[in-house]
């Protein structure tokens, strides 16, 4: 087998899942990431569809299990927190509803991904790729601390702003949609009983603002929840890398809001894992540069409202590493392959995701409220094909191969 040395830039979901499977089909993945150790923090992912199938191939199923908040479904209050409409996970199946049976903190699934590698995978923390240079019989790499490195080839699984791509494809704003929206989260101590289910309260588009919606979602410790902010503003700019002004923002978006969003609000000023940003989409035609790739958000990230991103990144990497597989290494039949595999299961949940929060979490008026409010209530009359099964369908686009890895050696390279 040729290219069997293999840099992944990036620990998170799509990182870790890669080098699994990589190291699984006899590769030599070393996997640098920024952070000085694996990350923690973020909110709740949802795993869908084939990636589930993903999970399970991994025998991960009992880690992830055990790791499960807990989902019944989303139903969207009233000021009087009164259910006004409510989309059970029954009525889709358990990997198409708003919120999946598969539901996890993205910290849970990061470190059950990690413990499944740590071992067998070279980690290199607290360093970053400053510059890549493709020849025709490998990469050489440097980086910001360590002593530059060849290696055979090069994948960027390092997010939405992707500093591989950066420097193999170019500007990220050649690339990254944005959807004119923004989302922030954080956890929070709460009395509300949800009872597994996320509370979504929407304030309908008017008065000078654009409609906007705050929810609370189960955690996975009893009397904590996740806050939830939706909202639309086109305009606004904001500095990345400042944290309270960040806060400031979603304080002053909600400050009027009702139902129980003033007893949870005020808890953004101390949360420390506050997240915040602008819902964008990934769009690259071509996935790949000579001996460079690109999976997962970095090459094409729904948007952080979809629901799909998780499923994308743990599909994608099982299907990259398959394909590098079964090119024994030959990254030019590889590369094209990935991209044809896994294209209309992008393709399809770009398309969904473009239109995720309107009409639904953001509103432009009461009227196309109550039409929202309206069409939940009535779904679960109506026979299901015309319900459908929602992000199901879509989950679903990608049968994977019956390829098994041939052997696993337990042994630190």
Not at 102 to 107: A, D
Not at 179 to 199: K, N
Not at 210 to 233: D, K, M, N, V, W
Not at 236 to 250: G, N
Request: hydrophobic residues 40%; negative net charge.
């Amino acid at each position: 087998m040729k290219n069997r040395d293999i840099l992944v830039s990036g620990g998170g979901i799509a990182g870790a899942a890669l080098a699994y499977w990589l190291r699984q089909y006899g590769f030599r993945p070393t996997v640098v990431e920024r952070a000085p150790a694996p990350r923690t923090g973020g909110h709740a992912v949802d795993i869908r569809g084939t990636a589930r199938e993903v999970i399970e191939r991994m025998g991960l199923v009992a880690q992830v299990r055990n790791a499960l908040i807990g989902a019944s479904g989303m139903a969207f209050v009233d000021e009087r927190g009164r259910r006004v409409a409510s989309l059970g996970t029954d009525l889709f199946g358990p990997s198409g509803g708003p919120v999946a049976e598969w539901g996890l903190l993205r910290t849970d699934l990061a470190r059950i991904l990690y413990d499944a590698i740590r071992d067998d995978v070279d980690y290199v923390f607290d360093d970053a790729i400053t510059d890549v240079q493709q020849g025709e019989d490998g990469i050489t790499v440097a980086f910001e601390k360590g002593e530059s490195r060849q290696f055979d080839l090069l994948v960027g699984a390092d997010g939405v702003r992707s500093n591989v791509r950066e420097l193999t494809f170019g500007p990220e704003d050649r690339y990254i949609r944005d959807l004119d929206s923004f989302i922030a989260l954080f956890s929070v101590t709460s009395d509300v009983e949800l009872d597994g289910w996320q509370l979504m309260y929407t304030m309908p588009g008017g008065d000078g603002w654009a409609g906007r919606t705050a929810g609370l979602r189960p955690s996975a410790e009893p009397g904590s929840a996740i806050a939830g902010f939706f909202f639309r503003a086109p305009e606004l700019k904001y500095d990345r890398r400042d944290v309270a002004a960040q806060k400031r923002i979603v304080a002053r978006t909600f400050e009027d809001a009702g139902w129980v969003v003033s007893d949870f609000l005020p808890k953004i000023w101390d949360a420390t894992d506050f997240y915040f940003d602008r819902v964008e989409q990934v769009q690259v035609d071509t996935w790949s540069r000579h001996r460079t790739v690109l999976v997962g958000d970095s090459a094409f990230c729904a948007s952080p409202m979809s629901g799909i991103g998780t499923s994308l990144a743990l599909v994608g990497a099982y299907v990259l590493a398959s394909e590098l597989s079964k090119a024994e290494g030959d990254y030019r039949l590889a590369y094209p392959a990935y991209q044809t595999g896994m294209r209309d299961f992008v393709d399809r949940a770009h398309r969904f995701a473009q239109t995720a929060g309107d009409g639904g979490l953001m509103p432009k008026s009461r009227a196309q409220m109550w039409q929202r409010n309206l069409m939940v209530r009535i779904l679960p009359y109506l026979p299901k094909r015309f319900v459908g099964r929602g992000l199901e369908n879509i989950a679903d686009t990608i049968v994977l191969d019956d390829a098994r890895p041939a052997h696993h050696q337990k042994t630190k390279h």
